[in-house]
């Protein structure tokens, strides 16, 4: 799952629970946690490793 569909799914669960005007659907908000659970838990791609230079302090 794209970090943008990511988004789209927690802001989906966000209107669902806190919008007034939209009827609250239990499935569909259990179905999209478990959605957005078992994406945060799936192993994320190595980080490109990157190099530092310390500088010294002062002048």
Request: no cysteine.
């Amino acid at each position: 799952m794209t970090e943008a569909e990511f988004d789209a799914k927690l802001a989906e669960v966000d209107r669902l629970l806190n919008d007034p005007e939209v009827r609250l659907d239990p499935e569909r908000v259990w179905t999209l946690l478990a959605e957005l659970s078992s994406a945060a838990a799936a192993p994320q791609p190595p980080m490109q490793p990157v190099s530092i230079r310390v500088l010294p302090l002062g002048g």
